[in-house]
Every structure is written in C-alpha cells, then in structure tokens.
C-alpha cells in the first residue's frame, strides 16, 4: 500500500509542477479560483506525501516548503508566468494542513486499532 502512496504522492507532484510552471494555455482551471485551486492541489500534496513517508513526516513537510519556494521562484524564468509571495504562503501553508491532517489520519486510525485489539480480546476473567 506504501508504494502505491508514494507512487501517487509523485505523480501528484509532478502534475502540480507542470501546472506551475507549464503554459498558462495548458493549466487546467476551474471555478474554484485560483487561491482555491492552489488551496486544494497543496492540501493534496501534504495529505499524500504525509501518509506515503509516515516516519519521516516533519523532515518532508520542511523539505516540501523549501521546494514549494524554489517552485514559485523559477516562475520567473517560465514564460507567462509569475512568482507571487500571496502564491508561495498559500501553497506552503496548505501543504502544511494537508501534512496535519495525515498525522490525524494516522492517530485515528491507531486509536481505532487500539480500541478494537481491546475489544476483540473479550472481557478479562
């Protein structure tokens, strides 16, 4: 199940540099906005890579801030693009909700696992 995560996580994050740094024409758009669709690939993004490197989620979420600020820096050298500050905190902050919300992911699922091995034992004698 990991590598499939991960696998997912790298795809995701390949789609997302292309649709920042590829041509504007090729972007896919929505009626989200663009905050919001910045909003949602970035929660996407820390959500994955979250659950896909579980053991070393605090180094890959600072990893991914410093390579979401490189992202948004090399706008200035793709053509029709442009590097915003605005960009960069959305990006990086969602990124850093979607990391929170796998690190709740993993403790709800690890309660219900504790709660159930208690359940499933029966009553102590």
């Known amino acids: 199940m ?24 090729l972007r896919p758009h929505s009626d989200l906005g663009q905050d919001r669709e910045h909003a949602l690939a970035f929660i996407l993004i820390g959500l994955t890579f979250g659950l896909a490197y579980r053991d070393r989620r605090w180094m890959v979420a600072a990893f991914a801030v410093i390579l979401i600020g490189l992202l948004e820096l090399m706008q200035f050298w793709a053509p029709g693009r442009h590097a915003r500050l605005e960009d960069f905190l959305v990006d990086a902050g ?10 709740v992911a993993d403790w709800v699922i690890a309660r219900f696992r504790a709660n159930s091995a208690l359940t499933s034992q029966g009553p102590a004698e």
Do not use: D, E, H, K
């Open 2 to 25: 990991s590598i499939l995560v991960r696998a997912f996580a790298w795809l995701l994050a390949a789609a997302v540099t292309f649709a920042t740094l590829g041509p504007p024409g």
């Open 94 to 103: 969602t990124a850093c909700i979607g990391f929170v919300l796998a690190a």
